[in-house]
C-alpha cells in the first residue's frame, strides 16, 4: 500500500473507535495485530486493543479522537491526536466520577503489514489524565 492509503488507513481505525464500531477494527488489522498501550505491554489482537481500552471509552459519556497531523515513512504512520472525553462518568482511572472533562494529547506510532496495521504503539501522559479527573 501506499503512504497516503495507510494514512487513510488510520483515519478510518480511528473514525471506527469513535463510532464504537470496534467489529469494523477486524478488517483493517492485520491477523498478528499487537497493540501497546504503554511501553512493554503487549496485547494480542483487536480483542486485546478492546480490552484494554474500552473501558476507558465507556468512563466518559463521549468522546473524540481528533487527528491533529499525521506523518508517514515507509511502513510507518504516526498519529499526533487529541482525546477529548466528556462526562467522565465511572471510576475506571480510580477517581470517583463527577462529570469531569479530559482533554490530552497522544502520539501513536502504527506500522503496517499486507495493507493492514499490525502494531500500534500509544504514548500519552497517564499522569495528566489523573491531575485533570483531580482538579
Known amino acids: 500500500m501506499s503512504i497516503e492509503a495507510n ?3 488510520v483515519r478510518q481505525f480511528y473514525s471506527a473507535i469513535e463510532k464504537g ?3 469494523a477494527l477486524h478488517d483493517m488489522v492485520h491477523e498478528d495485530f499487537v497493540f501497546y498501550s504503554q511501553i512493554d505491554t503487549p496485547k494480542p489482537g483487536v480483542q486485546g486493543l ?3 481500552e474500552k473501558p476507558s471509552f465507556d468512563a466518559f459519556e ?3 479522537f481528533p487527528i491533529d497531523q499525521l ?3 515507509g511502513d510507518k504512520v504516526v498519529a499526533y491526536m487529541r482525546f477529548e472525553g466528556k462526562g467522565y462518568r465511572t471510576a475506571s482511572f ?3 466520577p463527577r462529570g469531569q472533562d ?3 494529547s497522544l ?3 502504527l506500522t503496517f503489514k499486507d495493507g493492514k496495521i499490525i502494531e500500534k504503539r500509544a504514548h500519552f501522559d497517564t499522569g495528566d489524565v489523573l491531575r485533570q479527573l483531580n482538579a
Open 7 to 9: 494514512k487513510q488507513l
Open 21 to 23: 464500531d470496534f467489529d
Open 50 to 52: 478492546v480490552e484494554s
Open 62 to 64: 463521549s468522546f473524540i
Open 71 to 73: 506523518i508517514a515513512e
Open 94 to 96: 480510580g477517581v470517583e
Open 102 to 104: 479530559v482533554r490530552i
Open 107 to 109: 502520539m501513536m506510532l
